[in-house]
């Protein structure tokens, strides 16, 4: 009776302390900060490929996708998968080798190829591919934010987490993860941006033009901690700094533009197209996917109509939201620390383990 009684006790305690303690720790330790070491990443998606030679430590493989079907050394099978190290060619085109595993399958008359892989090689590889020549503070910021931007973003594509584009992160496998993306990783080892105890939103971008964009500038739904601050110093060295776009009558999906508001942080936040209005920044992305994405380059622009063209003139590269790539580079090469690059550009959140 003792012994039944005493059970009860402990239980009733373990409860209590399971149900005081979870929550406790799921404020201060996100659940996916401890359950996920790996992520799933769909690769040369943009290739659209229909063959590929495929080179795991034991093979080589021939792989194509014949209408909807996959076809490995000519036999339809349901799905390849490789367990270790896979080097991955598309004739003419590309190779890169991935660590991790890989599963290709057909979809929708596509090869699907998705590179299971471990967070800090996927991160290291993202900080290679992202960060280029700089300063090491620089990389130790580009590591912090990018792990952190992951971590909010897990199933970012519903059948896998990420792109391996700028939709997500830069992802190239081995080919980016140098010695110094490595130690960037390594040396920032489980630290995150905060916004008080939950995990921030953050982003980056290329070039933000001279001064970084105010979350409302870009989504609908504003995010106070994220704001604009002063870059001018910083990433004029850029080669997207100041731009212009010439876009003739006759290539234009509009004959009449007209920008309505624009936000204190320069960013052109209405447009009439039309006589239609429209969000600045959906503007901006409807005509990058139609032109590609160096052309109207940010929603930080003027238009002026000339003889025959719409002359755009504008700043910065990217949507101009937190960490400026090329003012990190600069900051750092000016001596300043990892720290104090991203309480530059988060002043409102706080960089830590
Ligand atoms: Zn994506
Ligand atoms: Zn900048």
New binding site residues.
């Given amino acids: 009776m003792v012994i039944k009684l005493l059970c009860i006790v402990s239980n009733i305690t373990l409860c209590f302390l399971f149900f005081i303690l979870y929550p406790l720790s799921s404020v201060l330790y996100p659940l996916t900060l401890d359950t996920r070491s790996t992520i799933d990443v769909r690769i040369l998606e943009i290739f659209h490929p229909k063959e590929l030679t495929v080179t795991t430590c034991s093979d080589t493989f021939s792989i194509a996708l014949v209408g909807n079907s996959l076809l490995v050394n000519s036999a339809k099978k349901t799905m390849f998968f490789s367990r270790n190290e896979t080097t991955i060619a598309i004739k003419d085109k590309i190779k890169r080798t991935y660590r991790g595993t890989i599963k290709i399958y057909a979809l929708m008359a596509e090869l699907v190829i998705i590179n299971r892989v471990s967070i800090e090689h996927y991160c290291a590889s993202v900080v290679g591919a992202e960060m280029g020549i700089a300063s090491f503070e620089a990389w130790k910021a580009q590591a912090i934010v990018s792990r952190t931007y992951l971590f909010g973003n897990l199933k ?2 519903n059948q896998y987490d ?2 391996d ?1 700028t ?2 992160q830069v992802y190239k496998g081995r080919e980016s993860e140098t010695d110094t993306a490595k130690n960037a990783v390594e040396e920032t080892e489980g630290m995150f941006i905060w916004d008080g105890n939950k995990l921030a939103e953050v982003y980056y971008h290329s070039t933000c033009g001279g001064k970084t964009a105010n979350s409302s500038s870009i989504f609908k739904e504003a995010n106070e901690s994220l704001i604009s601050v002063s870059d001018s110093n910083y990433c004029e060295d850029s080669p997207h700094y100041r731009w212009e776009w010439n876009l003739s009558y006759a290539d234009a999906p509009f004959k009449e533009l007209q920008v309505l508001k624009r936000a204190l942080d320069g960013r052109v936040t209405e447009i009439k197209v039309h006589g239609v209005k429209e969000r600045g920044w959906k503007f901006r992305m409807r005509i990058g996917h139609q032109f590609g994405w160096n052309k109207l380059r940010s929603s930080w622009f003027f238009v002026e109509k000339k003889d025959t063209y719409f002359l755009f003139t504008g700043k910065g590269l990217g949507h101009g939201l937190g960490m400026c790539q090329w003012g990190a580079k600069t900051m750092a090469a000016q001596g300043k620390t990892c720290e104090e690059i991203l309480k530059h550009y988060f002043p409102k959140l706080q960089a830590r383990q």
């Fill in positions: 970012r594509h990420f792109c584009l939709h997500c």
